[in-house]
């Protein structure tokens, strides 16, 4: 029986580790047509406008998002969440400390200055531009990608796709 139980342990160990998903790399494209690929999907995520904050916890990933810019308040919990400054002036100390390994931007709505300055920190950054309504769903599936979060942020993106068509036919 003593030299079963290693083969037996070494047998339950590998079973476990088959169960536990493995987490790869994950690639997509931004609003600024470059590719972003993250190690493995983001766990400590920093959003700097608060539709875009609003957006991650629709697609799911809201127990990701450490730090959010001023005025997101919606969800509720957003509302608990460190904030790291404006669209003007952020405070890059604040967003170091928390230790992000993904910010998402809104290309056109943040400073350039600060963008700028926020690449040369070398954290990874999603830059996003919703131009119409049929962008969101899209925005959904690939912050879903980044999180690890897809199949909450598609259901969300078909859900909300059906909901924009229910009102063009009306």
Known sequence: MRRLAPILFLAVLMTALMAVPARAAV?????GGRM???PRPAQRIVSLAPHLTELLFAAGAGAHVVGVGAFA?????AKKLPQ???SAMLDLERIVALKPDLLVVWRDGNSPQQLARLATLGIPMYASELGTLADIAGTLRRLGQLAGTEAAANARAEAYELRLRSLRER
């Open 27 to 31: 690639s997509v494209k931004d609003d």
């Open 36 to 38: 972003l690929t993250l």
């Open 73 to 77: 308040d919606y969800p509720e919990a």
């Open 84 to 86: 790291v400054g404006d």
